[in-house]
């Protein structure tokens, strides 16, 4: 253990997972830093965290040994501006990304780090146009449960050599190993932006959506009754397509979202729900009396049920939708009583993808669906 | 009766003789995909017309431990669905029926034998249309795609099928049914649908597929460039991706392809061009109009000598007849061609091409460059006369050398047909061996007996269970029994 010595440091106070202490942290600088300390730390469990934006959503860890806290693996490696493409470290913050008159399009809450938005897959409202983490990253490097280094993907946008294991570590919660590099295809930042915004009923985003305006978003606030929609592109083209959405919808342009905009609507200590139904379905949860917010134009909205009961009828909605919702956040009281992932196809290959990739079952341990 | 035999008439049992091949003269039929020189017939061939009858062929081969091969309009180019002498090829072409069509949801469900161009058709009429385009796409098949994440020269702007997939059933090596994802995006758990696509057929077989509809643009406008070189023709993309300029297409052809094009189908090119650029932007009217403008001030300032602009639907077609018929026409122009598909970083188009030129005269040969210049897929064919002795292996280096060439620059050794039979042996100079390892974790927690269309992707199986061992690119006749390469 002399190795795990040099390479972790006794955990303070705030070291802890949902409430799960920690004994070990470690902060590696570098991928082959990262391979060392998880190769010497075999015997241990792992749970890994960025800017701890995420760290307490999902279930506690059944067991936690060491945390790892990826903000020492930051910066941006390579911005081919001509390629479009970036290749950034894990623990970057979205927010530090500055790629000149090119984004990388990944607008989930804020202060996340790359490799948190990534494993947590989270999104915001313009997924709608750009698609999510999925959509956008083109090349991953990780550290196995093993200590073993493997990348997938690469740095050019088209590439069908291998599996795709990016898509595999997307939404992982940690459970398959630590993400130290991500490839992302970025976009050009649009001349111009504007949003419409309007008090107007969920019915709309039909509307908005079969209109030629290619909307980069359409978001919905049921509290507040609002629909905002935004537009990006060319000054010309801009305003021509804002008149159209105006005529559609109602309401005023704005330079400004709307204060709720891609806020999530719970409360740091409450239960947050991440809720998905087909397109045609969102004014069926918008209607139902319980005030939901997100993505209209994808069906993917967000919620802050108050107790269990809500947290069922939610769910039962989104089912009969043809949909599915997860509980992301839930207090200790309420979580430790809860399904919070909900019915998940597939489970039974998903078991079998940890065993292949963490037999120990080591890496964020009970923390993902089916007790993964 | 030896096991294959039984597993014949177990399967002529539960699907009915008529979908169950087993004469030789038929099972040739089925020996190839579109890369013609690797050849090898499949023992039995079942033709099911349900996803429940493709369960039960899957079951059947995991019970008795024989290799399938899933095959759907056998227009692949790098040999995925090249058969396994002792095992089933398993044929979707009776599974064609579009399911349902949801504009209100932007989704259509279709089964897998369904031609990728059957689910525009049957969404156009509701101002919708299936964007990934491959040139293949009047004859190809969804599930073929889907195992191929098959692109088409569209996809600049909007993507693979990767990124058009949100719903699949599949059948896992075992014969177990699997549901993933569906109308509704972000199914929770581990993205087994992002997994599945592109894996070639070796994690199951896709028996229904959901994809996303896309509105139909407001606008479309294309225009043709000719430049005297290539390198122009380069400059002008490279000037309109950094304008913050997205087309919805960039394609290039260079002198030779555009010569083959010329005699094949008379496109009517301007003459005297050494690189012609086809760009095409959609999208809601004022938008695309304030574009096209400044893309064709771009080729100018790059140095079009021409530029054609298409008045109507009819001159955007023969625009795109000449690209579109490339790989064909250089037919007209060699006896023999090899078609290359391999990615390099946009950038870097010119100092590669001219690489491609030293390569080619070094080896004696030519080599005809079409490619989509927006995203820097090359499509090099190369040419060469099987009659001249020698020709056909110096064409297979340059190929090789081509290959090489995109992984020393950063790019891939497949932007979209896939590594399948063909490029196996290149993936260890793409990838490390652990690399190559841990995407085989996830072949093992979907087919540990190694069942799925064995052979493919990975030059080494990985013993699911084992600790890895070294990856080299083992000899054909040893990953295809029986394979006959002409
Ligand atoms: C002239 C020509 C032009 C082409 N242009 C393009 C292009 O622009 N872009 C591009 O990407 N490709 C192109 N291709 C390649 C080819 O058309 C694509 O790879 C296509 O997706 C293959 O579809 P298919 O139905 O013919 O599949 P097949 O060739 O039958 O099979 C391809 C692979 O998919 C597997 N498979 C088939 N069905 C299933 C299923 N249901 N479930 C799981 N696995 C399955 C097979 O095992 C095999 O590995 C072109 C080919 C030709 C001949």
Redesign the interface.
């Given at each position: 253990m002399g190795a795990l010595d040099e390479l972790t440091r006794p955990a303070a106070d705030g070291d802890h997972v949902g409430g799960v202490p920690a004994r070990l942290v470690a902060s590696p600088g570098s991928t082959a830093e990262a391979a060392a300390l998880i190769a010497a730390a075999r015997e241990l469990t792992v749970v890994i965290r960025g800017a701890g934006t995420k760290v307490h959503w999902g279930p506690p860890p059944r067991a936690l040994d060491l945390i790892i806290d990826t903000r020492r693996l930051a910066g941006i490696v390579e911005h081919a501006a001509g390629d479009l493409i970036t290749v950034v470290r894990a623990g970057t913050p979205l927010a530090d990304l500055s790629l000149g008159d090119q984004q990388l399009v990944l607008d989930g809450p804020a202060g996340a780090t790359v490799g948190g938005t990534v494993a947590a897959n989270t999104s915001g409202p313009l997924r709608l146009r750009y698609g999510t983490v999925r959509d956008l990253l083109i090349g991953i490097t990780v550290v196995r449960p093993d200590g073993k280094v493997a990348r997938s993907g690469g740095k050019v946008v088209k590439n069908v050599a291998g599996y795709d294991l990016g898509k595999l570590f997307t939404g992982s919660y940690g459970t398959l190993g630590l993400i130290t590099e991500c490839a992302f295809r970025l976009h050009p930042v649009a001349a111009a932006r504007v949003y419409v915004r309007a008090a107007a009923p969920a019915s709309v985003v039909a509307a908005v959506l079969s209109a030629q305006v290619v909307p980069s978003a359409i978001e919905l606030d049921s509290a507040t009754g609002e629909v905002a929609v935004l537009l990006e592109g060319t000054p010309a083209g801009v305003r021509d397509r804002a008149s159209v959405v105006e005529k559609l919808i109602g309401g005023e342009l704005s330079e400004q979202a709307p204060a709720w905009w891609g806020v999530p609507p719970w409360h740091p200590d409450g239960i947050g729900m991440k809720l998905s139904v087909p397109k045609s379905r969102v004014p069926a949860l918008a209607e139902s009396g319980f005030p939901v917010r997100g993505s209209a134009g994808t069906g993917v909205l967000y919620a802050a049920p108050r107790d269990i009961t809500e947290v069922e009828r939610l769910r039962a909605l989104c089912v009969r939708n043809a949909g599915h919702a997860v509980v992301l956040t839930a207090p200790p009281p309420v979580r430790d009583i809860l399904d919070m992932w909900g019915p998940v196809p597939g489970l039974a290959l998903m078991r079998r993808i940890k065993d292949q990739f963490d037999p120990g079952r080591r890496f964020a341990p009970g923390r993902f669906v089916g007790g993964i | 009766m030896t096991d294959l035999d039984a597993l014949a008439r177990r399967l002529r049992e539960s699907l009915g003789s008529g979908q169950v091949i087993t004469d030789r003269q038929e099972l040739r039929t089925y020996e190839c995909d579109g890369l013609a020189h690797y050849r090898v017939v499949p023992a039995i061939v079942a033709l099911p017309h349900t996803a429940e009858q493709v369960a039960t062929v899957v079951r059947a081969c995991a019970d008795a431990k024989v290799p399938f091969v899933a095959r759907g309009s056998g227009t692949g180019l790098s040999g995925g669905a090249l058969p396994h002498a002792d095992g089933v090829l398993i044929v979707t072409a009776q599974m064609r029926r579009i399911l349902d069509v949801?504009?209100?949801?932007?989704?259509a469900v279709v089964e897998p034998g369904v031609i990728n161009l059957q689910v525009t058709r049957a969404a156009s009429p509701h101002?919708y249309y299936y964007a990934p385009d491959p040139s293949s796409q009047q004859i190809c098949s969804i599930g073929g795609n889907v195992a191929?994440?098959s692109?088409g020269a569209h996809?600049l702007k909007y993507?693979?099928t990767?990124?058009h997939v949100t719903g699949l059933q599949f059948v896992?090596p075992d014969g177990?049914l699997?549901?993933?994802g569906?109308?509704?995006?972000?199914?929770?758990?581990?993205?087994?649908l992002?997994?599945f696509?592109?894996?070639e057929g070796t994690l199951g077989i896709a028996t229904e597929v959901t994809v996303r509809l896309t509105?139909l643009?407001?606008s479309v406008r294309t225009l043709l460039a000719a430049f005297h070189g290539v390198d122009a023709a380069g400059a002008a993309t490279?000037a309109i991706?950094?304008a913050?300029?997205?087309p919805a297409a960039v394609e290039m052809m260079d002198a030779l392809a555009i010569e083959a094009a010329e005699a094949a189908v008379a496109c009517g090119y301007p003459p005297g061009a050494g690189a012609v650029l086809i760009v095409e932007l959609d999208?809601?009217?004022?938008?695309v109009?304030?574009?096209f403008e400044e893309v064709t001030a771009l080729c100018e300032e790059s140095g079009a000598f021409e530029i054609r602009i298409a008045a109507d639907d009819a001159e955007r077609a023969l625009f795109w007849k000449g690209r579109k018929s490339a790989f064909a026409a250089v037919g007209r122009i060699s006896p023999d061609y090899i078609v290359q598909d391999g990615?390099?970083?946009?950038?870097a188009l010119p100092s590669v091409l001219r690489k491609i030129d030293e390569v080619a005269a070094e080896n004696g040969v030519r080599v005809a460059n079409v490619f989509?210049a927006g995203?820097?897929?090359l499509h090099p064919l190369v040419l060469f006369d099987d009659g001249v002795p020698g020709e056909a292996e110096r064409a297979e280096t340059t190929s090789g050398a081509i290959i090489d060439l995109c992984i020393e620059y950063?790019?891939?050794?497949?932007?979209?047909?896939?590594?399948g039979a063909d490029?196996a042996k290149y993936?260890p100079r793409?990838?490390?061996d652990?690399?190559?390892?841990?995407?085989q974790?996830?072949?093992?927690?979907?087919d540990p007996d190694g069942l799925a269309n064995p052979g493919k992707?990975f030059p080494t199986p990985r013993l699911?269970g084992e600790r890895p061992g070294r990856h080299r690119a083992a000899e054909d006749e040893d990953r295809f029994p029986g394979v006959e390469v002409f």
């Open positions: - | 949801v504009p209100e949801d932007e989704r101002g191929e994440n692109g996809c993507g693979f990767t990124n896992a177990e699997v549901r993933v569906g109308r509704a995006e972000d199914p929770p758990g581990y993205d087994l992002g997994a696509v592109g894996s509105r643009p407001e490279s991706i950094a913050g300029v997205v999208g809601p009217a004022a938008e109009e304030a574009q990615v390099i970083p946009r950038t989509h995203d820097g897929n950063g790019g891939s050794i497949t932007g979209e047909h896939g590594v490029k993936m793409m990838f490390g652990d690399d190559l390892d841990t995407m974790l996830l072949r093992c927690a979907f992707i699911c």
